[in-house]
């Protein structure tokens, strides 16, 4: 009886966390250009930069673009569960979608994953320096 119920709950479990990676909800709105922002919708990107994660970690630890231009920012995911928020420039991405930003402040700006993807999401975390 006991591992009939454990199984019951365990099969739960699995099913809600799939639920919740297979999330396409993209809550960041389009905001205009601000020294920090997100561009119009149609803005045209001047560079690129594609950021690729897969199990629990993001290609590179720190991604570099130029102050002032307009950088198309896209996420690729290898499993298709990741997504990355970045606080300071109001920044949301599913896996496969792109966003155009022109930072006009020279720093460091921190994401990470913000699909809980397992037991290693919490190390998902880059960043991007503007230069």
Request: with cysteine; aromatic share 4%; glycine share 8%.
């Amino acid at each position: 009886m006991k591992k009939g119920l454990l199984l019951v709950f365990l099969l739960a479990a699995t099913v809600l966390v799939l639920a919740a990676c297979g999330s396409k909800n993209n809550d960041a709105a389009p905001a205009s250009a601000n020294n920090s922002g997100v561009e119009e919708p149609g803005t045209a990107a001047s560079t690129e930069l594609v950021i690729e994660a897969s199990r629990f970690k993001f290609d590179q630890p720190v991604y570099k673009i130029k102050k002032g231009e307009a950088t198309k920012i896209t996420l690729d995911s290898s499993d298709g569960i990741h997504g990355i928020s970045i606080p300071d420039l109001n920044v949301k991405l599913d896996a496969g979608k792109s966003e155009v930003v022109t930072i006009n402040d020279a720093g460091e700006y921190e994401f990470q994953c913000n699909v809980m993807c397992g037991t290693g999401h919490s190390k998902m975390v880059a960043k991007i320096v503007v230069e």
